[in-house]
């Protein structure tokens, strides 16, 4: 393996630019609550207030039975409201699949959905303890049912909120946007400096230490059954390297299917039997691609857009151009930065882990290959992917421009024999 000085003062620019602090956004596991937690977390606290709510004094009482007549009604409207609330949302869910991208997931993933949903079922639980709790007693204090008004109105409002986002989510522009922001945060977060002027500066780095001599590579496999990587927690597979002094490459990156016992990385340095376990255990994986970690992601959802719309069943070359318009927001960002982020090194400057990241022309394969070799591409839309690519080739750097070129050549008119601009 090809070495550097380990001794250096100061690590290059790329180490600096992806300490695990400035990449944590994108790099680490980020903790969430689960749907089912957050909802037993409200049915805790409305059982809480069920008890405490009826010994708070405010003032003014009023007649348990009133009261309890209320909660009760409270409570059961509110279970049929979710039953009919939920329902709904469901058909306006599997309309945006069917009409976009199954891949389109953002309204069905989006917290407020789940959130919603444990506060309804705090609201029940609420009012059905609360008329059992102040069942003994003829008068109530005012706060119970003020409580109970109040959740009711905060209903109405999440309600509001709930539907608002399902039918944004079957609007093709609020679809789109949503898909390119979500694609931006994390194209943002990982790509932070800019793109280098030069081949030889946009090369990744070299690690700076070889492995001990007579060391096997470490095979690190995947134990589990099946199934999509999400999301790989950097810094704690990058705390484990140091402490074992040894190199994670991992051979799989975020959106890749691991198969029942594949190669997901291979250890290199001192052997550590329990680098192993702390690798696998830093692998969140699920039954589709995320956003979180997979800066491509975004850009394969806006291509299946573009190229359901582009079918002969469907016929619509306008949504097909807006899907490219999202597109070129993202490719443009992308032509400015520096791609080769996926060495990580520690504290010492040392490489320890390196990740696989999409390169340029991966990106570009993605967005533009599949509509490209369409049999028939509307008018409408070759041109916009040849101003897409004139734009882009204005902005990258020349290490980047073979790969337009070659589009811009599979793309043009059989009858446009303007050569290609010799800048390029």
Known sequence: MNTTSANHTEPPAFVRANRPHELARVLRRKRRLRAGVVQLLGAVVALGLAFLIPQIPIGFEISTSRVIQMLIAVGAATVAFIGVVYSLLFLVVQFGSTTFTPRLNLFRDDPVVWRTFAFYTAVVVYSLTASLVIGQDEKTSGAVPIVAFVAVLTSIVLYRRLTTGAFNSIQLASALAQVARRGREVIDGLYTLDAPGSDAQDRPARASDASP????????RWPHTSAVLQVIDVPRVLHAAEQAKAEVDFKLGSGDLIAEDAIVAIATGQADPELEQVVVRALTV?????????????????????????????????????ALDAIDGLLRALATRQLSVGQIAGSDGTIRVRLVLPTWDEYIAVALDEIIALRYVSPNVSARIRRLLDELTALAPPSRRPALDARRLAIRDPDDQRPLDPAT
Do not use: H, K, M
């Not at 001599?213 to 690190?220: D, K, L, Y």
């Open 286 to 322: 699920g039954d589709e691609r995320t956003y979180e970690q997979d800066p491509l992601f975004a850009i394969r959802v806006l291509a299946d857009i573009a190229l359901r719309a582009l079918s002969p069943a469907v016929n619509d070359p306008t949504t097909a151009v807006q």
């Open 213 to 220: 001599a007579g060391t096997p590579p470490q095979e690190i």
